[in-house]
C-alpha cells in the first residue's frame, strides 16, 4: 500500500492542526522525489505547452460549445468552459492517464458556475480521455454511468440541486456520497476527491478555502489500478448556454504504490 499522502491543503487546516509534526511532514512531502505534484493557475495568454489546449485534452459538443480557452485578465487566472447553447452542449477538460488510486492520487479544482440551474458539472478522475465519453455519468440519479471507472463530484440538476460524490468501479456503482451541498451561481469553491487504493473521501471549501465538508472514506468507488485522467465536464440540461470557471487545477500521488 502507498504511503499516505495529505488531500487537504488549506491554509486553515494549518491554523487547525498547528504544532503537529505530522502536518509538517505531510507538507514537506510535496518537495521530496516520492509525490509527484501537477499544478495549473492558468497564468499568462497561453496554455501549458502552448496554443488551446496546450498539454490538456478538449472536447466540445453544440452549437457554440467551445472547447477549454484562456479567460484573460482575471485574478489568479482562470480557464472557461462553455458548454454552447444546445439541449446536452458540452465541454470537458482532461490531461493524461497518469493517475491511480493505490498510489492515493488526489484532484482538487476550483471553480464556479455562472449560473446553476439546468446543469450538469463533473470533478474527479475518469478511465478515459476527453472526447470519448460525453460525460463519465450518465444518469446521476440510478444513478449508471458511461465510464467504466469514474469517482468524483457530480452536480446534476436533471437529479437534484446538490454535489454529491459518485463512484464505479469495473461497471459496478459505489454508494452515492449525498453531501447535500447546492453550489451558489458565480461563487468559487474547491472540491477535493481523494482517493486511497479503490476507496475515495469527498471534501469541499467555501470561496475563501474555509472547509465546509469532508466526508468518511467510502469503499468501492474505483478500481484501485486503473489508470485515471483528471476529469472536468460542463453540459447543459436545456437549451441555455453555460460556462463553468475554473482557477486552478492541482493533482498529486505517491511516486510508488509501495
Known sequence: MALPVRYDLSGPSLKRERGRYSTLNDFLAFLSFDQPVFEDDFWGDLFKGGAAPGIYQSTASGAAAATAAIDTGTVNGQIKLDAGTDNNGRTDLSLGRHFRGDYNA?????????????????????????????????????????????????????????????????????????AAISPTAATFETLVVALRDGNAKFLRFDADGGLTYESDWSASMITATVLLTPWVFVQNRNASGHIVNVDFIKVWQRRTSA
Open 106 to 178: 488526489v484532484i482538487a479544482v476550483r471553480l464556479r458556475a455562472d449560473v446553476i440551474t439546468t446543469l450538469k458539472v463533473e470533478v474527479g478522475f475518469t478511465d478515459v480521455l476527453s472526447g470519448t465519453d460525453a460525460g463519465a455519468v450518465n444518469v446521476k440519479a440510478t444513478p449508471t454511468f458511461t465510464a467504466d471507472d469514474f469517482v468524483g463530484w457530480v452536480l446534476d440538476t436533471a437529479d437534484n440541486a446538490y454535489w454529491e460524490g459518485l463512484g464505479v468501479a469495473a461497471t459496478v456503482a459505489g454508494t452515492t456520497v449525498e
